[in-house]
C-alpha cells in the first residue's frame, strides 16, 4: 500500500492527502508555523467554549467537551514551551483561510440538532486534518524532541476527532451524521486541492 493510501486509510477519512512538501516547508518557517499552531490550540479550546454555551441544556455536549477545552488549552501552553525553549516569540494570529471556508461551508439554520452536528462535524473535521499534519511532521522534522511533542499530540487530536463524531451520533440519527460527514469531506478535499500550500500555517 502506498505512503498516500495509508495515510488516506488511517488518517480519519480524509480523501486528499497533505502535499507531501509541506513539512519540509514548515520547518524552515519553524517560528511561523509554530505560531500559527499555536493559534489552531486557541481555537480548539475557544469553539468547544462556544459549544458548550450554545448547548448549555445538553447535558453529554457540556460533560465531555469541558475536559477538552483543558486539553486544548494545554496544548496551547505546550506549544509556547517548543517555542520559548528555541528563542522564538509568538507572532500575530493569521487569518486562517482553511478555517473560514469549512465555516462557510456549515449549513446555517435548522433545528439546534442539526447546528449542533454541524458544528460537531466541522470541529471533527479540523481534528483529522490536524492529526494528519502533526504526524507528518513527527516523522519528518530533524529536532527529536518536536517529533515526541507532534507524535503525542497527533495521538490527542485523534481522540478529539472520535469524540466528536461520537457525541454528534449521539444527538442526531447516526445515519444522517453519516452521509454529511462524507459531504464535508468531500468540501474539505476540495478545500485542500485548491488552498496554496504554505510552511507558516498547519492548514
Ligand atoms: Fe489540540
Ligand atoms: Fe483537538
Not at 118 to 124: C, F, H, I, T
Not at 183 to 195: I, P, S, T
Request: glycine share 4%; charged share 30%; hydrophobic share 40%.
Amino acid at each position: 500500500m502506498s505512503w498516500e493510501e495509508s495515510t488516506r486509510q488511517k488518517m480519519l477519512h480524509l480523501k486528499l492527502p497533505t502535499d507531501p512538501r509541506w513539512a519540509s516547508i514548515a520547518e524552515m518557517q519553524l517560528g511561523d508555523v509554530l505560531t500559527d499552531h499555536a493559534y489552531c490550540e486557541q481555537k480548539a479550546a475557544s469553539s468547544c467554549i462556544s459549544i458548550i454555551v450554545r448547548f448549555n441544556d445538553k447535558e453529554e455536549v457540556v460533560n465531555t467537551l469541558t475536559p477538552i477545552v483543558a486539553e486544548e488549552w494545554g496544548h496551547f501552553e505546550r506549544v509556547l514551551e517548543q517555542m520559548r525553549k528555541r528563542g522564538l516569540k509568538l507572532g500575530f494570529v493569521r487569518r486562517d483561510e482553511y478555517a473560514l471556508q469549512l465555516k462557510n461551508f456549515s449549513k446555517k439554520g435548522g433545528s439546534r440538532i442539526q447546528q449542533l452536528t454541524e458544528q460537531l462535524l466541522m470541529n471533527a473535521l479540523i481534528e483529522a486534518r490536524s492529526c494528519e499534519r502533526f504526524k507528518l511532521l513527527s516523522t519528518q522534522l530533524e529536532d527529536p524532541e518536536l517529533q515526541k511533542f507532534y507524535y503525542e499530540l497527533m495521538v490527542s487530536e485523534a481522540g478529539h476527532f472520535v469524540t466528536f463524531i461520537e457525541l454528534a451520533k449521539k444527538y442526531e440519527d447516526p445515519q444522517v451524521v453519516n452521509e454529511r460527514w462524507q459531504e464535508w469531506l468531500d468540501f474539505e478535499a476540495e478545500v485542500m486541492r485548491n488552498l496554496e500550500v504554505r510552511g507558516d500555517r498547519i492548514h
